[in-house]
């Protein structure tokens, strides 16, 4: 089971962390990312990174705003979120996969958490 959270209100230009912890069994070894959906919009790509924590990926619009990283000894993974814009108000979703090769498409992770609601406002 996964479990997020850390959303709530922040100001545009602001920053933000969230967490997905794991709990029931050991996500080591499991690849972990993060997805958003805004209201009326796809679920969308935001953050992933590989079992070992050596490997990340970032959507282009994420790139250099935010930092995703993990602490397997906590079963936690953490999405750093900076320099926040109002276009980043979503429900956030954390996500894992065993050794997949695809890790930016919904489907291909099995394990979801229930997700967190951040809102940017200006």
């Known amino acids: 089971q996964l479990q997020a959270c850390g959303g709530g209100l922040v100001q545009t230009g602001g920053s933000l962390r969230l967490s997905c912890a794991a709990s029931?069994?050991?996500?080591?070894?499991?690849?972990v990312a993060w997805f958003r959906q805004a209201p009326g919009k796809e679920r969308e790509f935001v953050a992933f990174i590989r079992w070992g924590g050596g490997a990340s990926d970032y959507a282009d619009s994420m790139k250099g705003r935010f930092t995703i990283s993990r602490d397997n000894a906590k079963n936690t993974v953490y999405l750093q979120m900076n320099s926040l814009k109002a276009e980043d108000t979503a429900i956030y979703y954390c996500?894992?996969?065993?050794?997949?090769?695809?890790?930016?498409?919904?489907?291909?992770?099995?394990?979801w958490g229930q997700g967190t609601e951040f809102t940017v406002s200006s």
């Open positions: 996500a894992a996969q065993f050794a997949g090769v695809d890790t930016t498409t919904p489907s291909a992770y099995g394990y």
């Open positions: 029931g069994r050991t996500f080591r070894s499991y690849s």
